[in-house]
């Protein structure tokens, strides 16, 4: 048995559905408030487990709950006969930073203790990228990174006997995601703003990352964070021209200052806070995408996860994407 959190989300519904269709038998963890509709139509078992309250889970009475799999549970009754652990959940957007910790740190080594003393054999975490920081830093510098890095240093304190793997993907895409979803919409148009910034981009389509998670899951032991990323390096505007083949047309590239868009990152967020919402873009988010570069050696992840590599080139990957994008009529 696989017990697999944030399979309602983006990667982790695409994780469980390759784990059915290899074979494996899926209990997802979820929040009571989670749309289930990516796992809707698979064979995957569901408890409620909300990772912002495992520490006052794990100090509930078992005893009292109930046996229906549509109540919550505690991480130990959600942990019975589960051999792995695949750790997709956490969030990626959040109010403050200790919204970061609470989830993200505090509830990965909770996780992390509860599977442990359940005789989980292995755990695999989906980290990030951000967790090292960007390319030529010494450690995280967003609040979201600190919160990953925090993450993977307890998961190794609370392992016990367990043997761990901790990935860490860059910049995922692909069917399901959002997050590119203005720059197509854009394109239809026949225009993109991109950020006048020569920061290499490596993003990885979503499929590389789950084919990375299901590796990891009888890869020999790994000593170290394997890095994920997409085949080659592009600049953005390759990626505004990517996108604009995938839709069928041409684009114009509008390239505009870091300036720019920093100060629309701020009217967005002020925008959030005015309302009670998480800003779609906020100035954290612009310096990942345009100051930051977010790079690294997939040679070395084919070493450690045993002839991994990633498959789906950025001209592939974008045409796919677009084509869900209609299909699910987000366009």
Same mark, same amino acid.
């Given at each position: 048995?696989? #017990?697999?959190?944030?399979?309602?989300?983006?990667?982790?519904?695409? +994780?469980?559905?390759?784990?059915?269709?290899?074979?494996?038998? +899926?209990?997802?963890?979820?929040?009571r408030?989670?749309?289930?509709?990516?796992?809707?139509?698979?064979?995957?078992?569901?408890?409620e487990?909300?990772?912002?309250?495992?520490?006052?889970?794990?100090?509930?009475?078992?005893?009292?709950? %109930?046996?229906?799999?549509?109540?919550?549970?505690?991480p130990?009754?959600?942990?019975?006969?589960?051999?792995? +652990?695949?750790?997709? !959940?956490?969030?990626?957007?959040?109010r403050?930073?200790?919204? #970061?910790?609470?989830?993200?740190?505090?509830?990965t080594?909770?996780?992390?203790?509860?599977?442990? @003393?359940?005789?989980?054999?292995? #755990?695999?975490?989906?980290?990030?990228l951000?967790?090292r920081? %960007?390319?030529?830093?010494? !450690?995280? +510098?967003? &609040?979201?990174g600190r919160?990953?890095?925090?993450?993977?240093?307890?998961l190794e304190?609370?392992?016990? @006997?367990?043997?761990t793997?901790?990935?860490? %993907?860059? !910049?995922?895409?692909?069917a399901?995601?959002?997050?590119?979803?203005?720059l197509f919409?854009?394109?239809?148009?026949?225009?993109?703003?991109? %950020?006048?910034?020569?920061?290499?981009?490596?993003p990885?389509?979503?499929?590389?990352?789950?084919?990375?998670t299901?590796?990891a899951?009888?890869? &020999?032991?790994?000593?170290k964070?394997?890095?994920?990323?997409?085949?080659?390096?592009?600049?953005?505007?390759?990626?505004?021209?990517v996108?604009g083949?995938?839709? !069928?047309?041409?684009?114009?590239?509008?390239?505009?200052?870091?300036?720019?868009?920093?100060?629309?990152?701020?009217?967005?967020?002020l925008?959030?806070?005015?309302v009670?919402?998480? &800003?779609?873009v906020?100035?954290?988010?612009?310096?990942?995408?345009?100051?930051?570069?977010w790079?690294?050696?997939i040679?070395?992840a084919g070493?450690?996860?045993?002839?991994?590599k &990633?498959?789906v080139?950025?001209?592939?990957?974008?045409?796919?994407? #677009?084509?869900w994008?209609?299909?699910?009529?987000?366009?």
């Amino acid at each position: 048995m696989i #017990f697999l959190t944030g399979a309602t989300g983006f990667l982790g519904s695409h +994780v469980a559905e390759k784990l059915v269709e290899n074979g494996h038998k +899926v209990r997802c963890g979820i929040r009571r408030t989670s749309n289930k509709r990516w796992i809707n139509s698979i064979d995957v078992e569901t408890v409620e487990l909300d990772l912002g309250t495992v520490r006052q889970a794990l100090q509930s009475d078992a005893a009292e709950e %109930p046996k229906s799999n549509e109540g919550s549970v505690t991480p130990p009754k959600a942990l019975e006969g589960v051999e792995i +652990v695949i750790h997709c !959940g956490g969030l990626t957007s959040a109010r403050n930073e200790d919204e #970061f910790m609470a989830v993200n740190a505090a509830g990965t080594a909770e996780l992390a203790k509860a599977a442990s @003393d359940a005789g989980v054999a292995r #755990f695999v975490y989906i980290s990030s990228l951000a967790a090292r920081g %960007p390319d030529g830093a010494s !450690g995280p +510098v967003t &609040p979201y990174g600190r919160s990953k890095l925090l993450g993977e240093r307890l998961l190794e304190e609370n392992k016990g @006997d367990m043997t761990t793997v901790v990935l860490r %993907p860059g !910049g995922i895409y692909g069917a399901r995601d959002s997050a590119l979803l203005p720059l197509f919409q854009m394109a239809t148009r026949g225009w993109m703003v991109v %950020p006048r910034s020569e920061v290499p981009l490596q993003p990885v389509y979503v499929s590389d990352v789950v084919t990375a998670t299901i590796a990891a899951i009888d890869a &020999p032991t790994v000593d170290k964070p394997v890095e994920i990323a997409g085949v080659q390096k592009h600049r953005w505007e390759d990626l505004a021209q990517v996108v604009g083949a995938a839709v !069928g047309d041409g684009v114009r590239v509008v390239r505009v200052p870091m300036a720019f868009l920093r100060a629309a990152g701020l009217v967005s967020e002020l925008g959030a806070k005015l309302v009670g919402r998480l &800003p779609a873009v906020d100035r954290r988010k612009v310096r990942d995408i345009g100051h930051h570069s977010w790079t690294c050696d997939i040679e070395e992840a084919g070493r450690l996860l045993e002839g991994w590599k &990633p498959r789906v080139e950025l001209n592939d990957g974008m045409s796919r994407t #677009f084509v869900w994008y209609r299909q699910a009529g987000w366009m």
